[in-house]
């Protein structure tokens, strides 16, 4: 099955009342935000995640550009925010040395590094903090944070978490289907007590990083292929990805996979290069978030599983074919800029979502009880038919911009 995309991104409906707790109180509305006040986003990660809230994070500083936008992240994500123009500050946890230093046995100078983290988190007094993720870890940062309001998101997946002891006032959930971008929009909207549009949320992406992409891409005309995603379920078989990748070959296309590296997608990557003959090469372990966003906003189009690599690409807008196992595409699937011929550009839903269409879908399980025959029934011409049906539309050409700038340097 192949769902054609959804209808283009629209306001989050308004007029928006104010949750309870704020009429009771009338204190902290965002609109009593002082000029040129200060606020902090909590969301440390997953990828998918960071690129989700940053339309939001890209709408606050539309509505209010007065504004100091900090944001307390992960160090596997922060690539994706460091030197955006719309942030003041990127606070950075450090995970990958805090988990070394106690592999290496040293929890005393993870603690050191931990107190040292706090004191940043603590040397400002915030206006406002944005806790976007509602888990423990976040609202234990939430909660640290100097902060007159504490304002807590409905969450990934539309439940309150652990981390919600935490705010000093939780955003109402009024639709559950929403898309996880519209759904931290929601955040805004209850700071700001208006409804707030979808902002592109401009992946930075410098001349130099998209010639460095485009030298390790290749000039001829490609597909970029991310095969991987964390959940086992999520992930489409090697030999269906071979298939796909013969078939583009067939249609005059280069491919190109990407993946962050390791022995167990190097084996995925030498199925896929089989597949794709002399006409493959592989880029596995060798980019940065932000290269990756330049490679996919160059390529033809974007194959990929539901995965934090999809959202990038098609935040940079790139073309995503998004390949749907076990979760929503109505929550998770492609959102980015977006632009048909002879129309503006607009930000939304965005590519085309391919799924087996099974009666089980979506499960959200990480586990499948049944052997994923979600995946397994996904066929390679489904992926490569919506693939050629979204290159022939020309629905998307590099929209962050990359394209334009390399042909301008
Ligand atoms: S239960 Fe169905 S949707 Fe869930 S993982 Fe298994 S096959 Fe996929």
Redesign the pocket.
């Known amino acids: 099955m192949t769902t054609p995309p959804s209808s283009l991104g629209s306001p989050v409906p308004g007029p928006f009342p104010p949750s309870p707790e704020t009429r009771r109180d009338g204190k902290g509305r965002g609109d009593r935000l002082p000029e040129h006040g200060e606020v902090l986003v909590v969301l440390f990660g997953r990828i998918g995640d960071v690129v989700f809230t940053l339309p939001s994070v890209a709408a606050l500083a539309k509505a209010r550009p007065d504004l100091s936008i900090d944001w307390i992240v992960e160090d596997r994500c922060a690539d994706l925010l460091s030197g955006h123009p719309l942030l003041r500050d990127v606070i950075r946890f450090e995970r990958s040395r805090l988990t070394a230093l106690k592999k290496s046995g040293h929890p005393l100078r993870a603690l050191g590094e931990i107190g040292r983290l706090v004191k940043r988190l603590r040397s400002r007094r915030y206006d406002a903090v944005l806790d976007f993720q509602g888990l423990l870890k976040s609202g234990v940062a939430t909660g640290l944070a100097r902060g007159a309001l504490k304002l807590g998101s409905p969450s990934t997946y539309g439940r309150m978490r652990e981390g919600s002891a935490f705010f000093s006032r939780m955003v109402p959930l009024p639709d559950a289907g929403l898309h996880l971008v519209e759904r931290h929009l929601l955040v805004v909207r209850e700071l700001l007590g208006r409804p707030v549009e979808p902002v592109s949320s401009g992946l930075t992406i410098s001349p130099h990083e998209i010639r460095s992409a485009r030298e390790k891409a290749g000039s001829d005309p490609f597909v970029l292929i991310h095969p991987f995603a964390s959940w086992e379920?999520r992930n489409w078989p090697a030999d269906l990805w071979k298939k796909t990748a013969r078939e583009m070959v067939e249609r005059g296309f280069r491919v190109v996979v990407a993946g962050a590296g390791g022995p167990t997608q190097e084996e995925v990557v030498r199925r896929i290069l089989e597949g794709a003959g002399g006409r493959g090469h592989s880029l596995l372990g060798q980019l940065s978030l932000r290269e990756l966003a330049a490679v996919m906003a160059l390529s033809e189009a974007v194959l990929a599983v539901d995965s934090g690599p999809m959202h990038i690409a098609a935040s940079a807008g790139a073309r995503v074919v998004a390949l749907f196992?076990?979760t929503d595409p109505a929550r998770l699937g492609p959102f980015g800029p977006r632009k048909r011929p002879g129309e503006g550009e607009s930000y939304g839903r965005s590519g085309r979502v391919v799924a087996?269409g099974?009666?089980?879908?979506?499960?959200?399980?990480r586990?499948?009880?049944?052997?994923?025959?979600?995946?397994s029934e996904l066929s390679p011409t489904a992926v490569v038919e919506a693939a050629m049906s979204l290159i022939a539309s020309q629905e998307l050409a590099g929209l962050s911009g990359a394209l334009a700038r390399e042909r301008a340097s």
């Open positions: 379920t196992g076990p087996a099974l009666p089980c879908q979506p499960c959200m399980l586990r499948c009880p049944i052997g994923t025959p979600c995946q």
